[in-house]
């Protein structure tokens, strides 16, 4: 199993600019969401997914959308790029949320917004 | 929302001593989480516990739901284990959705 897979590792875009970051996991679950770490505060949710088809917002959803057309993906895109979206994203998921079950990360994004 | 509050923020230890990091929350909780994030950057999934007790190696995780606290023990601690620790709760009793403590990062000196 690779567990939960996250590309680019790093990544360097020009204000303007979209771009989508891409989780993936093999692991057959239901929960995925997507964080975004920056320096000095906790991880910060941005969207989540409790199944195929199903997303939410979570604390920070402005200027990111995503979709879960599979159980296995679950990328978010950047429409719009803007400097204060540099940051670490991270993706993670667990069997069928996160009241009762461990969180699996990716290795996470570098992302940087020029 | 629930407000979660990690210390200390930093902390430097020798090798052998016994560590502790604490973590509080404001508003009753189903489980809380403790993670650990690699000088790399990967975060892994160390407790998830909801009462009493759990305790993994020289790792232990307590809890105390009265008092909305919750407590990270290493045992005899070894330099591999310097890293950010990190306590994760849900943001209301019965959301899906996570807030996270910023952490408290450990140095272990040989």
């Known amino acids: 199993n690779a567990g939960v897979t996250q590309t680019p590792k790093f990544q360097v875009l020009k204000t303007g600019q979209s771009m989508t970051l891409q989780c993936a996991q093999d692991?057959?679950?239901?929960?995925m969401s997507w964080y975004r770490q920056d320096p000095g505060m906790g991880l910060r949710l941005i969207h989540y997914?409790?199944?195929?088809?199903?997303?939410d917002q979570g604390e920070v959803p402005n200027g990111y959308n995503v979709s879960r057309s599979t159980t296995e993906d679950f990328p978010l895109r950047l429409l719009s790029a803007a400097p204060s979206q540099t940051s670490v994203y991270f993706c993670?998921?667990?069997?069928?949320?996160?009241?009762?079950?461990?969180?699996?990360f990716g290795d996470g994004t570098r992302l940087s917004i020029l | 929302k629930n407000e979660v509050e990690q210390s200390p923020q930093n902390l430097t230890a020798q090798e052998g001593e016994f560590i502790t990091i604490n973590c509080s929350y404001s508003?009753?909780?189903?489980?809380l989480h403790w993670l650990q994030q690699h000088p790399g950057g990967g975060i892994v999934s160390l407790f998830m516990?909801?009462?009493g007790k759990k305790k993994h190696g020289r790792l232990i995780a307590t809890i105390n739901i009265q008092e909305k606290h919750s407590s990270l023990h290493i045992t005899a601690s070894h330099p591999r284990d310097s890293a950010v620790y990190i306590c994760?709760?849900?943001?209301?009793?019965?959301?899906?959705?996570?807030?996270f403590g910023k952490g408290t990062k450990l140095t272990v000196n040989p």
């Open positions: 508003v009753g909780i189903s489980a």
């Open positions: 993670a998921s667990s069997r069928t949320g996160t009241r009762n079950q461990p969180q699996h």
């Open positions: 994760a709760v849900p943001s209301q009793g019965g959301s899906e959705k996570l807030v």
């Open positions: 997914s409790v199944g195929a088809g199903i997303t």
């Open positions: 516990l909801s009462s």
């Open positions: 692991m057959n679950h239901e929960y």
